[in-house]
């Protein structure tokens, strides 16, 4: 069975672009968390989307965002990157109602 | 409020000995889940173990285990006759069961396991 799976693995942005980060869920997990862990932090929570519709946002600007496909695969946008935003993201996924979450390899993105 | 707590940033040891990684908890909540889980330098989260507030039984897994003391909020991992590839940084974290979701992470322990 295959794990969560994130792409790309590298991105590089210039400050003030966009990013976009997908996501595909283990096969039967409905819902999708993303994480934000910048170097030498721990995990901060950004988005739980559930059955298609963002159930909780952690505490970020609106420039992330987000939303989860009819099939549940995710997307994580970043607008307007800002130099703080790199960080390996994290994406991991569960079924409803399963206590523990499955993470993928993450999205490296490193914003110059 | 819930906060999880990994006072230990780093630590060091030699392979084939024994290491406790701490960690601790606060929740007003009596029902919630306690988490480990590792990060090898791969950046991948791997899940270890899930424990619930009602059941304090420490529990083994091969050269892993774990000790759940309620009455001190400690939810403690021990590695039996480290090895190398034990070598990650290892989070424990906690879950309250409210609607929102949120897994309350510690600031996650960096275990080096030296040849």
């Known amino acids: 069975e295959a794990g969560v799976t994130q792409s790309p693995t590298h991105l590089i942005k210039t400050r003030g672009q966009q990013a976009t980060l997908r996501c595909s869920p283990i096969?039967?997990?409905?819902?999708v968390y993303w994480y934000q862990q910048a170097l030498g932090l721990g995990l901060q929570f950004l988005l739980w989307?559930?059955?298609?519709?963002?159930?909780n946002r952690g505490n970020f600007p609106p420039r992330f965002s987000g939303r989860q496909f009819p099939n549940y695969s995710s997307e994580l946008n970043v607008n307007a990157l800002e130099l703080e935003d790199s960080a390996l993201y994290l994406c991991?996924?569960?079924?409803?109602?399963?206590?523990?979450?499955?993470f993928g390899q993450g999205t490296r993105l490193t914003v110059v | 409020a819930q906060k999880v707590t990994q006072a230990q940033t780093e630590i060091s040891v030699v392979e084939k000995e024994d290491v406790t990684l701490d960690c601790v908890y606060e929740?007003?909540?009596?029902?919630?889940?306690l988490f480990w889980y590792k990060q090898p330098p791969s950046g991948e989260l791997v899940f270890l173990i899930r424990?619930?507030?009602?059941d304090e039984q420490n529990e083994i897994s091969g050269r892993y285990s774990w000790n759940f003391q309620k009455s001190t909020s400690s939810f403690n991992f021990t590695i039996t006759a480290s090895q190398v590839v034990d070598s990650a940084v290892y989070f424990c974290?906690?879950?309250?069961?409210?609607?929102?979701?949120?897994?309350?992470w510690g600031a996650g322990t960096k275990l080096i396991i030296k040849p």
């Open positions: 991991a996924s569960s079924t409803n109602g399963q206590l523990e979450a499955f």
């Open positions: 096969s039967g997990h409905t819902s």
């Open positions: 989307y559930d059955e298609g519709e963002e159930r």
């Open positions: 929740t007003r909540d009596t029902t919630y889940y």
């Open positions: 424990r619930n507030s009602f």
């Open positions: 974290a906690l879950r309250i069961m409210d609607s929102n979701y949120q897994l309350i």
